[in-house]
């Protein structure tokens, strides 16, 4: 069958794309330019119309839609491939290589979650999320890395969404390990949390330009290098959303939002919804919701996020993505 061109390489030979392959995934099931530009993660951009570069899983992919069709190709794979059956003599580890790499994909979207049965639930409980769902559909929740997102979203106080993403592709230039090369772009893995914990990570996002923020990225790598460990941030998707909530909150620079972004993005904490003054003034304006007096108080965002789990369940921050 025809596939989509990759986008050109160039001075990095290396990094070809393996052939491109295909998940079904209708639109209404997942929409890559509503979810991949929504402010949910940082390391994507169009490459060319409709076909979307990024860092996953620590490789390089690039993604795009026709019709009912997701394809996806994974730059560097190919070498992959050849070396397991170098070694092995067996085609049968590079089709498993495929699948795993096809798992990551399912997992990062969260495919498993059917999508426009819960769009049908929320508009029928709410007929202000119907009538705007009709124009957003697709509108899905990524599962993103617990260190990237919790990271990433440390710098998003007082922020906006393309300032945002270039202070992480700074930071990933600084501190990641680079992966490759595509039309003289290069593309590196986000950083470990050890990479974040040296004694000069402050002085050098400040360098480059992190502000404020440089404390509260290498303060809470610190904490959770000498307290949880990134494999206790990880573990934080088994216990209750209040625990998770509590802990992540006891970190430097990660407030009540940062802490449910966290939850919602990384964690498996489907009913956290993020809340900010523009979520506040939804709430009080079109929805009726008589909260607080001139800004977000601790109390009244409780009182919304409550507010919006009973209208719309257990996968309100789903709904609240929408």
Known sequence: SCSPAPMKLRDAPSACPSLWRWLPCPPAELRLDLVLSSGQSFRWWESSPGAWTGVLGGRVWTLRQDGDRLWYTVYGEEDEHEEQEERDGCPAKAAKLNAETERILRDYFQLDVGLS?????????????????????????????????????????????????????????????????????????????????????????????????AKFVSGSARAIAEGLGPEGLCQLRSVPYAEARRVLCALPGVGAKVADCVCLLSLDKAEAVPVDTHVWHIARQRYGVALGGKSLTPRAYQEIGDFFRELWGPRAGWAQAV
């Open 117 to 213: 049965a819960l769009y049908h639930a929320w508009g029928a409980a709410d007929p202000l999320f119907r009538k705007v769902a009709t124009d957003f559909p697709g509108v899905r929740v990524l599962r993103q890395d617990p260190v990237e997102c919790l990271f990433s979203f440390i710098c998003t106080s007082n922020n906006h969404i393309s300032r945002i993403t270039a202070m992480i592709e700074r930071l990933c230039q600084a501190f990641g390990r680079r992966l490759c090369c595509l039309d003289s772009r290069p593309f590196h893995a986000f950083p470990s949390l050890s990479a974040l914990t040296g004694a000069d990570a402050e002085a050098r996002l400040r360098a480059l330009g992190f502000g404020y923020r």
